[in-house]
């Protein structure tokens, strides 16, 4: 499994799921992920992030 570049700030005082929330808006909006694209799973989406 490919790793993930972007990791969640656990330092940050913005909650990790917001963080994340935030990530998928940003592909979204640069087209990385176009109208009509399969998002990742939440599991898949917590192994990339190293949450499980």
């Known amino acids: 499994m490919m790793k ?5 700030n656990r330092k940050s005082d913005i909650p990790i799921y917001i963080q994340i929330k935030e990530y998928v808006k940003e592909k979204i909006a640069i087209g990385e992920w176009p109208i009509g694209t399969r ?14």
Not at 4 to 8: D, F, S, T
Not at 40 to 52: G, H, M, T, V, Y
């Open 4 to 8: 993930q570049e972007w990791q969640p």
């Open 39 to 52: 998002l990742p799973s939440q599991r898949k989406l917590a192994l990339l992030f190293n949450e499980l």
